[in-house]
């Protein structure tokens, strides 16, 4: 997705970021469950790192490439903030409004290019 096209005419430029017209929107249940998700992952970390394996719990989870440069450039605060962030991306919907008419565009649902539009109440 790199623009959205408004009924009026105007096209927000997502690409642009931080914007100030693009957001996301999640339910509780969505933050609720992100909570639960990064608890449990930085727990397991520590755990591997406690034992000494760390290097293949990063790979796990990660992936070989991101492995390649723990812990030589990737240090432990990196990867916790890395396992943060993995987990705040998950779900949710943009939501996006028109600079011109402020219209309100909500994704339907997470990577989906549909979107539902409400217009501002007169």
Known sequence: MS???????YITDT???PSPHLGELKWQTETESESEERSRDVKDFFVA????????WVRNYFGESYAESYPDSIGIAN????????????????IEQCEKCERIYIQKEFYSDEWTCFEKAE
């Open 49 to 56: 790192l406690d034992k000494k394996q760390d290097k293949n």
């Open 3 to 9: 623009s959205i096209r408004c009924r009026c005419g």
């Open 15 to 17: 690409t642009v970021y």
């Open 79 to 94: 990867v916790i903030e890395d396992i943060t962030s993995r987990a705040s991306f998950k779900g949710g919907r943009c």
